[in-house]
């Protein structure tokens, strides 16, 4: 994964295409934790890939954290669900939208550096394999509703 993302940089210093930067957009980003105490939080958002080719998040860092991490949710039987990392990130494919929500794929912020306060904006870099690093700020906010209901997040922050 690493070699990967250094490869991938390579390539965006090489053919240097300022194009690059509206390949991917990140619509209705949000974060949140389960409570203020809370020693992790998620991030949820709309990946838009508009280039020509098939693409990868492989990455995602942020000082608001100690760890960060991709993670999805599996059916562990019985309509269980539970919270998987997931090694090879999300595949984006040309053209289209790749939903992180609760309850599915998301951002996991794992021994958190700050308390999450509703407002606050938290820098946050998404690491593609094409498209190389995206750098968004996303909004904390705690009173949004899961798209998708909350299940086994909750437990997982406290
Ligand atoms: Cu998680």
Do not use: C, W
């Not at 994964?1 to 940089?9: D, N, P, V, Y």
């Not at 954290?65 to 039987?77: F, S």
């Not at 090694?87 to 308390?115: C, K, P, Y």
């Amino acid at each position: 994964m690493k070699l990967k993302s250094i490869l991938g940089a390579a390539a965006l210093i090489l053919t240097a295409i300022p194009a690059f930067a509206d390949d991917i957009m990140v619509h209705d980003a949000y974060a949140r934790s389960a409570s203020p105490s809370a020693m992790a939080g998620g991030a949820f958002m709309a990946i838009m890939n508009h280039s020509d080719t098939d693409d990868r998040l492989i990455e995602v860092r942020s000082d608001v954290a100690k760890r960060v991490e991709l993670h999805t949710h599996i059916d562990a039987g019985d309509g269980v669900m539970q919270m998987r990392r997931v090694e090879d990130g999300f595949a984006i494919a040309a053209g289209e939208t790749h939903m992180l929500q609760r309850g599915g794929d998301h951002v996991m912020f794992m021994g958190l550096n700050q308390s999450f306060v509703q407002g606050d904006m938290l820098p946050v870099t998404l690491v593609f394999e094409n498209a190389g690093e995206v750098e968004i700020e996303i909004p904390v906010d705690l009173e949004r509703q899961a798209e998708m209901g909350d299940m086994s997040h909750g437990d997982h922050s406290n």
